[in-house]
């Protein structure tokens, strides 16, 4: 099966821990199944999983060490069944070392969610900034990024975000020794950095094809924001200008997908399942945004002036 005729594939991250992705991300799941959308949960949370605990499911059985190992056929193998819902989950793997895993492990997990017998598969995974987590989100189609009303929480997730548009143009130019010297030159340094889109004026006078390909493939990324934890209007508002910086600064559009007002049961609790509701409005939203979302277009594989195909959607 080509990867174009695979399930959706929707990424849940974050720039940092605590901003209730998981939550999200086992919401969402429970939502599309709940509008009749064939969906699996995987937590991708390498090294430090918790969706299983969410979903009261202390001691799984089997998880995606399996995967990772090459020991299963599939990753329907192992899914389990979410208490309550029709909606399948695979638990994440806790053995020592697995937040760094290698690149043909990291490539079995992208392969299986790609896979996979679901119309979407929701891929909750973890925080920070690391190539793991960067590949893992560019592999999906859609990507949400959470954060609450933090400084640190937005800048971290803006600075994830960041990681995983310049990992992606890099990707774009790796086959080309002079293509690869033009983009990180045109990029600059880490604290003298270009925007995407002076990065772009760099490029096209050089060589057209490579600004070209950069500029569809960001016009494709599939960026959705999702506020968590919000007191008020001015929370909300906050999340607007940071889509806004995104636009500019790394030229991807990143709507707001759904804003999850404050609650004491969502921000998680001792016991399982205590965060999970996803009847209410904001989940039901974002299920509804997520199916919305047009597929065709985030997969299209353009073509160039000549006639010729252009590049694979994602280089990973």
């Not at 690149?103 to 920070?128: C, F, N, P, T």
Request: net charge neutral.
């Amino acid at each position: 099966m080509s990867f174009r005729d695979g399930p959706r594939l929707v990424a849940v991250a974050g720039g940092k821990g605590g901003v209730g992705k998981s939550t999200i991300a086992a919401n969402l799941g429970l939502a599309l199944a709940r509008a009749g959308r064939r969906t699996l949960l995987v937590d991708a949370d390498l090294g430090a999983p918790n969706l299983h605990t969410m979903l009261g499911v202390f001691h799984p059985p089997r998880t995606l060490a399996e995967v990772v190992d090459g020991t299963v056929d599939g990753i329907d193998a192992i899914a389990q069944p979410c208490i309550g819902s029709t909606c399948r989950f695979v638990p994440g793997i806790t053995r020592p070392g697995s937040a760094n895993l290698d690149d043909d492990e990291l490539a079995r997990i992208i392969a299986a969610v790609r896979s996979a017998d679901a119309e979407v598969v929701v891929v909750d995974v973890g925080a920070g900034a690391s190539n793991n987590v960067l590949d893992l989100v560019s592999a999906c189609d859609v990507k949400l990024v959470v954060m609450t009303p933090q400084l640190t929480s937005l800048h971290n997730a803006y600075a994830m975000l960041k990681a995983c548009v310049h990992r992606t143009v890099r990707a774009l130019a790796a086959a080309d020794d002079t293509e690869q010297a033009l983009v990180d030159s045109a990029l600059g340094s880490e604290h003298r950095a270009r925007t995407i889109a002076q990065l772009l004026a760099v490029l096209r006078p050089l060589d057209a094809d490579i600004a070209d390909r950069i500029s569809s493939t960001l016009n494709r990324f599939g960026v959705g924001l999702i506020g968590n934890q919000l007191a008020g209007p001015a929370d909300a508002a906050m999340l607007e200008r940071i889509g806004t910086m995104i636009r500019d600064h790394l030229a991807i559009t990143a709507p707001v997908m759904t804003t999850v007002p404050l609650s004491p049961t969502l921000a998680g609790g001792l016991r399982s399942r205590t965060a999970l509701d996803d009847t209410l409005p904001p989940f039901r939203r974002l299920a509804s945004a997520v199916i919305d979302v047009d597929l065709a277009m985030l997969r299209t594989v353009p073509q160039l002036a000549d006639g010729s195909r252009e590049w694979v959607r994602s280089a990973v």
